[in-house]
């Protein structure tokens, strides 16, 4: 958690040189960033990008930074089409515009987490796993768990898998674009209480990303083809920007209960 030394958490570190070397040289359709030269609507330009115009007007450090933001937002639509989450990214955006570095909380977030959790029913879900451990560990005649079983839990998690969000529905709702993979994650069981017939487990899962961009992800050209990751490397690592990237937190407390088996 809070791992600010990360690669992706870098800003503000590369020259118009450095930039150009790893192939952002058409960045925007609408203002070049180099020149702060605005480029006038052409009706050929797309987010896949095919270069600039001849005609154009200076603009100044700020109007070149609100146009690529607006422009950031703009493009993000188009992985962002449908679902209550879809606002996010957006949020996000202009979020990494004013609040220099601070991290990102929204309730649409912990909710995301909580229904991946909830919704995922595979041999491999953390959820599922836990209540097995559960289970087949309980002593229920003294109504405890016992201590000599905790690695059945640490292996529960360990062996399972963490939620992120890189489903193929995720690719369309905005949550894949908006955290995708996840940075870190805690798995918390806050309290298990049992009585003669059944239990009751509350477990806290606490997740956090990074919304930031490092050297790997804009060589991949998979990523670097869209206009939209390379507006973003460039407000985040150009040393004439440098938007700082930030934390983005989401946690939920979900319940697990079981019943003793004759």
Not at 161 to 180: Q, W
Request: charged fraction near 25%; glycine fraction near 4%; aromatic fraction near 12%.
């Amino acid at each position: 958690m809070n791992d600010h030394s990360a690669s992706d958490m870098r800003y503000g570190d590369l020259s118009e040189a450095q930039l150009k070397a790893l192939r952002l040289t058409d960045v925007s359709a609408k203002v070049d960033p180099y020149t702060l030269m605005k480029i006038p609507e052409t009706g050929f330009a797309t987010t896949y990008g095919f270069g600039l115009s001849d005609r154009a007007e200076k603009v100044s450090k700020q109007e070149c930074i609100n146009i690529l933001f607006d422009e950031f937002r703009s493009l993000a639509k188009s992985f962002a089409l449908y679902g209550v989450y879809s606002h996010l990214i957006k949020e996000m955006i202009t979020h990494m515009q004013h609040n220099k570095g601070a991290s990102f909380r929204d309730p649409s977030l912990d909710q995301a987490l909580r229904q991946h959790i909830l919704q995922d029913n595979s041999r491999n879900s953390t959820r599922l796993l836990l209540q097995r451990a559960f289970d087949i560990n309980i002593n229920w005649k003294e109504r405890m768990y016992p201590e000599n079983k905790k690695n059945e839990l640490t292996d529960a998690i360990i062996f399972g898998r963490l939620p992120k969000f890189d489903r193929f529905k995720d690719s369309f709702n905005g949550m894949g674009m908006t955290v995708h993979d996840t940075w870190a994650t805690h798995i918390t069981i806050q309290s298990l209480q049992i009585n003669e017939h059944s239990y009751r487990a509350l477990v806290r899962y606490k997740v956090q990303d990074h919304f930031g961009l490092d050297d790997v992800d804009i060589a991949n050209p998979n990523f670097r083809q869209f206009r939209f990751f390379r507006i973003w490397f460039v407000l985040q690592r150009y040393n004439q920007f440098g938007f700082r990237p930030f934390m983005t937190d989401m946690e939920t407390v979900i319940e697990l209960k079981g019943e003793r088996k004759k």
